[in-house]
């Protein structure tokens, strides 16, 4: 066992934004605003496409591209201090990394950020100075959002994916299920988890298994849970509540196959007083019994 006594010298805070790749990006920002209820604040000149549901300037950002799927996950950082600490600490650790140049910071709208790969391959940057509008987000839908809960990963290797959240990032784990298949990780805005890290199974199409958005009450979940089964009843999935988190949530299968999620009630954990769990693999998906890995639930 490798036991490194290394522990990164700063602190991700929080999600901050995802970045996802598509090949039709008007048709998934169309989705996203129409359906999924989720404002598109702006479309920037290189056909980029930001997703707005608090006062940043974005939470999610669409990128076209050739391919679909993750484009990167922005980790936020404090300020520029602790974003040059995390830059040396990479270089004496041996990872590889690099700096966002001018153009790559005003894309993502933030003031810095070093980017590493995680160990298949996706893009994970560690941003300091994000944008921030700070008015109020006019919601197209009857339901609103808080804010950007996590991303769900579907991984080859869960366990390599975990321990580079670990030992390079500092995440710590809230619980896993079995013995090596899912982690979820937390950092230090306590939310449950802010990074699902999940298997790849047989019939996954995307390393990018969902994206999860939180809102602000129960009401948000089934006000958008009937738009939903109405508007795209081959797409949408059953209420379900996941055990590990508490979170209730419905799940609509976006054009781009992945899932997207709004979630009510995700736990926050004490950092300093958390023990990990060990899931019953087949109890973690839905305390009421439902079977939330059925590709559509709809009636
Ligand atoms: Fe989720």
């Known amino acids: 066992m490798d036991l490194s006594p290394a522990t990164p010298p700063f602190t991700v805070r929080e999600l901050l934004h995802v970045g996802v790749a598509s090949s039709q ?3 998934l920002a169309a989705f996203i605003e129409r359906v999924l209820g989720l404002p598109v604040a702006e479309r920037a000149a290189d056909g980029t496409a930001y997703v707005r549901c ?9 990128v076209p ?3 679909i799927g993750l484009a ?5 950082l404090a300020d520029d201090w602790e974003l040059e600490r995390a830059a040396a600490w990479l270089a004496e650790q041996g990872v590889p990394y690099r700096e966002g140049t001018r153009a790559e910071c005003v894309a993502r709208r933030v003031a810095g950020f070093v ?11 560690l941003c300091y100075g994000p944008l921030w509008q700070g008015t109020r987000v006019a919601f197209p839908r009857a339901w609103s959002a808080l804010g950007l809960g996590h991303v769900g990963l579907k991984c080859r290797e869960p366990r390599s994916v975990y321990r580079f959240y670990r030992d390079v990032l500092g995440f710590r784990l809230s619980d896993q299920v079995g013995m090596e298949s899912a982690y979820f990780v937390h950092c230090a805005d306590a939310k449950h988890h802010s990074v699902a890290i999940l298997p790849w199974g047989p019939a996954a199409r995307h390393e990018l298994d969902h994206v999860m958005f939180e809102v602000p009450a129960l009401d948000d979940v089934m006000l958008a849970y009937y738009a939903l089964l109405a508007e795209a009843p081959d797409r949408t999935q059953r209420p379900v509540r996941h055990p590990p988190s508490n979170t209730i949530s419905v799940y609509v299968i976006g054009p781009d196959g992945y899932r997207l999620e709004l979630g009510f ?3 926050r954990v004490d950092p300093a007083t958390h023990v990990a769990r060990t899931l019953a693999p087949a109890s973690f998906a839905d305390y009421w019994g439902g ?9």
């Open 115 to 125: 980017e590493v790969a995680d160990p298949e391959g996706r893009a994970v940057a």
């Open 54 to 62: 608090d006062g940043y300037d974005h939470r999610l950002a669409i």
């Open 25 to 27: 990006p008007e048709a």
């Open 65 to 67: 591209s050739h391919r």
């Open 265 to 267: 009630g995700h736990r």
């Open 291 to 299: 079977r939330a890995t059925d590709p559509v639930q709809a009636p």
């Open 72 to 76: 990167y996950i922005d980790l936020l």
